[in-house]
């Protein structure tokens, strides 16, 4: 167990609707990361808050976005779904005590959408 | 940009055998670090190393064992008398100026009984 929770693990949801994936880190832990996991992408960086700010954006598409509450768990909305949008969305969390620390990142279990 | 390779897509070895997954990856950073996870078939990623790349000694752990080579871009994973347990999906990352993790593609291995 990793210490990061994320809810729910399984989505089933139909196309052009929104849905809301949450993460809780490790106790202690400062930045959260959010990960696509697809069969054609493979394990792609989405984005990254620290301490409640955005602080690296990847590949998150428009209609996607994030935040990071005063407590430090996190929401990844994803909206106006389709179906290329079926993936493992995981979050992931690490300490950086330091800015630019690179501290290592533990991994939630995932939240698996489907899109039909 | 930064990228890893994991040439091998699948191994499959039968129990007991010593298996080695291969990881090269290209960076222009300085510093840098390097991981591998493992994701057995529940799906979760599961932490296994972490290396900082002024650090080339290699490491050993129980069973597993990597292998880094700064002069090639390799960080090599060895599991010594593999289990059917070792089954599962392994990825190589690396983790450079920026915090994210730039992962490859993964290596799936199969630990026949």
């Known amino acids: 167990d990793s210490g990061v929770t994320q809810t729910p693990k399984h989505l089933i949801t139909a196309t052009g609707q929104r849905v809301t994936l949450r993460c809780s880190p490790r106790s202690g832990d400062l930045s959260v990361y959010w990960y696509q996991q697809s069969l054609d992408q493979g394990l792609q960086f989405l984005i990254q808050y620290y301490n409640g700010e955005e602080r690296a954006k990847g590949n998150i598409l428009e209609r996607f976005s994030a935040q990071q509450f005063p407590d430090l768990h996190s929401e990844l909305n994803l909206s106006s779904l389709e179906l290329g949008d079926s993936a493992l969305y995981f979050c992931?969390?690490?300490?950086?005590?330091?800015?630019?620390?690179?501290?290592?990142?533990?991994f939630g279990p995932g939240t698996r959408l489907l899109v039909l | 940009a930064q990228k890893v390779t994991q040439a091998q897509t699948e191994i499959s070895v039968v129990e007991k055998e010593d298996v080695t997954l291969d990881c090269v990856y290209e960076t222009r950073d300085t510093t840098y670090y390097l991981f591998w996870y493992k994701q057995p078939p529940s799906g979760e990623l599961v932490f296994l190393i972490r290396?900082?790349?002024?650090?080339?000694q290699n490491e050993i752990s129980g069973r597993y064992s990597w292998n880094f080579q700064k002069s090639t871009s390799s960080f090599n994973f060895t599991i010594t008398a593999s289990q059917v347990v070792d089954s599962a999906v392994y990825f190589c990352?690396?983790?450079?100026?920026?915090?994210?993790?730039?992962f490859g593609k993964g290596t799936k291995l199969t630990v026949n009984p």
């Open positions: 992931a969390s690490s300490g950086l005590r330091l800015a630019g620390s690179q501290e290592t990142q533990y």
């Open positions: 290396r900082n790349s002024f650090d080339e």
């Open positions: 990352s690396h983790q450079g100026g920026s915090e994210k993790l730039v």
